[in-house]
């Protein structure tokens, strides 16, 4: 299933970095929401990327705008990536059921066991309102989700 523009965002419910449930639907009426999947925590482009977004933070993560990293590594991966690289913003674990929420936004990767990456701009109603999905090796643009978030 592949996520359509103009449609709802399938919720969830995952755990973060330190084993608090997060859900999309307790963002909705109150902020948007940029969903970021990325394949692996540790990783080199994973790692490069996020570390863009937190020196960065305030354009992705503010009283408008919530910011969510996914991946499919367990919650106690995601506190030791999370503490090692100083991120302050939700790091969630789709680690079981395996990829559940990645193959809800049709990015799982059933070769590797991994979501490619993929960001998801949602407006405070639930809705997807920008995408974009690139292959594992392939570096996103933060500057064309920055843009994506100021049109809201």
Known sequence: MSIT???PAPDFELKNQHGELVSLASFKGKKNVVVLFYPFSFSGICTGELCGIR???KAFQNDDVQLIA???DSMFTQKVF????GYEFPILADFWPHGAVAKSFGIFNEDRGCSVRGTFV???AGIVRWQVVNALGDARNIADYKAAIAAL
Not at 82 to 85: I, L, P, V
């Open 5 to 7: 523009l103009g449609s």
């Open 122 to 124: 949602i407006d405070k």
């Open 70 to 72: 996914i991946s499919c």
């Open 82 to 85: 999370a503490e090692k690289e």
């Open 55 to 57: 020196d960065d933070l």
